[in-house]
């Protein structure tokens, strides 16, 4: 008897699967679809400094609702902590989050939140809840008071992932 292989390929959002067809994957495409997982779990994040540590973010990160049948998975996703402004001059620290989310269309947009303290050494507590989330990343910056964080902040040096199902 000759054996063969076959590789089954399938093509979402824009990435390329290759996988051999076996019975047991088979069976597990045919099953009914498993209700989302209630909790992943809470995961501490930080100490993130900005650069010359001028600033400091902690927190913790809880994503629930883990919905695994869209791609990427996504989760609610609560995150709480804290931002301490460690300048001695005008400065104030920011914590800032980039927050990639799915939208109804299947699109991956991403948002920004970003929380200021101006205090000089007393930390400013800040919590926030999303839905639909894949991707969370923090970027802590020391400047001025604005309304919103400078290009700078945004845009220069590296943000750290605290989340992903990517």
Not at 69 to 87: C, E, F
Not at 107 to 128: I, Q, T
Not at 144 to 163: D, E, F, I, R
């Amino acid at each position: 008897m000759k054996a063969t292989r076959t590789i089954v390929i399938a093509v979402s959002a824009g990435t390329l699967f290759a996988a051999p067809a076996t019975a047991a994957w088979a069976d597990t495409q045919t099953s009914p679809q498993t209700s989302p997982q209630t909790s992943t779990g809470a995961a501490s994040w930080g100490p993130k400094y900005a650069p010359g540590k001028k600033a400091v973010a902690q927190g913790a990160l809880h994503a629930t609702n883990l919905n695994k049948s869209t791609i990427p998975s996504t989760a609610t996703v609560h995150v709480t902590g804290r931002i301490t402004d460690r300048t001695s001059g005008s400065g104030c620290g920011w914590a800032v989050f980039r927050i990639t989310y799915r939208k109804a269309d299947g699109n991956l947009p991403f948002k920004h939140r970003s929380f200021l303290d101006c205090s000089k050494g007393s930390p400013r507590a800040f919590a926030f809840t999303d839905r639909n989330v894949a991707h969370v990343e923090l970027k802590v910056c020391s400047e001025g008071k604005a309304k919103a964080p400078s290009n700078v902040c945004l845009y220069a040096g590296t943000w750290k992932s605290l989340y992903s199902t990517l």
